[in-house]
């Protein structure tokens, strides 16, 4: 079956632009999340969905960044009047189940690079 | 605040030599322990996961980690590694708590494999 796909691959933009980042997770997956993966770093946790409510935004680094899951299903991550400071690989990951156990195993995305120039 | 520690960045090894990597995570409280890989070009990919039960976790292509939660340690080891092992190796905790999804990983550890 297909895994978690992310679009699109690579993003350039500039200073101040805006930009949307989808993620569509594996089906059935009732649990979905975001991460930010900085050069030399691991992943961060950016936010977490259970169907379609943000069940933990916590990781959001400040109100430029919002993200929706509208249907529970598909996601996209907006983050508005980009900083240079954005650059990094965001990654997609979905559970079956979220909230901890056997279930929760997340299964990653290829990413997409976010590059603002 | 809760973290996770991985004590080498890079390792280098030869083939057919064992390899363990360190890894440490600060929380007291219940936790489910994770080792990702990511191997050149590709995406994170799970190797292996501790919830519960035996604390000694077999996971894919001959890994496997042990979990001392005396030590609050999730070290990973393999035997005798080879080249295709070539990939950058997270350490990942998720601490029960007020959200029990949320993966905290170490910053990773470079592995480089001589032929």
């Known amino acids: 079956g297909a895994g978690v796909s992310q679009t699109p691959s690579n993003k350039v933009t500039e200073k101040g632009k805006y930009v949307e980042l989808r993620c569509d997770p594996i089906?059935?997956?009732?649990?979905l999340y975001w991460y930010r993966q900085s050069l030399g770093q691991g992943p961060e946790f950016l936010i977490y969905?259970?169907?379609?409510?943000?069940?933990?935004d916590s990781g959001l680094p400040n109100d430029r960044f919002f993200a929706v899951r509208p249907e529970g299903s598909v996601s996209t991550l907006k983050i508005q009047r980009t900083e240079r400071g954005d650059s990094a690989v965001y990654l997609c990951?979905?559970?079956?189940?979220?909230?901890?156990?056997?279930?929760?195993?997340?299964?990653f995305g290829p990413g997409t690079r976010l590059t603002v120039l | 605040a809760q973290s996770v520690s991985q004590h080498n960045h890079h390792v280098i090894l030869s083939e057919a030599a064992s390899l363990e990597l360190g890894c440490n995570y600060s929380?007291?409280?219940?936790?489910?322990l994770f080792w990702y890989v990511q191997y050149p070009g590709q995406h994170l990919q799970l190797l292996l996961k501790?919830?519960?039960?035996?604390?000694l976790v077999k996971g894919i292509k001959g890994f496997e980690a042990e979990f001392i939660k005396s030590k609050f340690s999730f070290n990973l080891r393999k035997p005798s590694v080879q080249w295709s092992d070539t990939a950058e190796y997270f350490c990942?905790?998720?601490?029960?708590?007020?959200?029990?999804?949320?993966?905290?990983f170490g910053s990773g550890t470079r592995l480089s494999i001589r032929p």
């Open positions: 990942a905790v998720i601490p029960w708590g007020s959200s029990a999804s949320k993966i905290i």
């Open positions: 929380y007291g409280g219940t936790v489910n």
């Open positions: 990951a979905s559970s079956l189940a979220g909230g901890g156990g056997a279930a929760d195993t997340q299964y």
């Open positions: 089906s059935g997956h009732t649990a």
């Open positions: 969905f259970q169907g379609t409510g943000a069940a933990d």
């Open positions: 501790y919830f519960s039960g035996d604390p």
